[in-house]
């Protein structure tokens, strides 16, 4: 992960994307700001990220962690690759097996 990207955490889910670019502009130049959705309800999750232009910007704006920013006291940290997830089991399909149960009674009474 580039180490001009830093995780912005303890957001308002209203708080835009908009809103944050023009914040963080003041350390420097900002290339991009991502705010996730979540996969069933698409309201924005509480966090972002966003990248700087370059190492010295983000340093900066890295100074902020723990201040009182939107209106909540944020989380600011360099973001760090996601590992990757874990393969799903597959899962084992058992053929029930049926018995004739006439044929089974004619081989016990022979």
Same mark, same amino acid.
């Given at each position: 992960?580039?180490?001009?990207?830093?995780?912005?955490?303890?957001?308002?889910?209203?708080?835009?994307?908009?809103?944050?670019?023009?914040?963080?502009?003041?350390?420097?130049?900002?290339?991009?700001?991502?705010?996730?959705?979540?996969?069933?309800?698409?309201?924005? $999750?509480?966090?972002?990220? @966003?990248? /700087?232009?370059? *190492?010295? %910007?983000?340093? +900066? =704006?890295? $100074?902020?962690?723990?201040? @009182?920013? /939107?209106?909540? *006291?944020? %989380?600011?940290? +360099? =973001?760090?690759?996601?590992?990757?997830?874990?393969?799903?089991?597959?899962?084992?399909?058992?053929? +029930?097996?049926?018995?004739?149960?006439?044929?089974?009674?004619?081989?016990?009474?022979?």
């Amino acid at each position: 992960m580039s180490d001009y990207k830093l995780y912005l955490g303890n957001l308002e889910t209203s708080t835009s994307q908009e809103e944050i670019k023009l914040y963080f502009e003041q350390f420097g130049s900002i290339i991009d700001v991502l705010i996730p959705l979540d996969r069933k309800t698409k309201v924005a $999750k509480n966090y972002a990220f @966003i990248t /700087f232009n370059d *190492e010295e %910007s983000a340093k +900066k =704006a890295l $100074k902020l962690d723990g201040e @009182i920013v /939107f209106g909540q *006291e944020i %989380s600011l940290q +360099k =973001a760090t690759d996601k590992p990757p997830a874990k393969p799903k089991k597959k899962r084992h399909i058992h053929k +029930k097996r049926t018995v004739n149960r006439a044929n089974k009674r004619n081989k016990q009474d022979d």
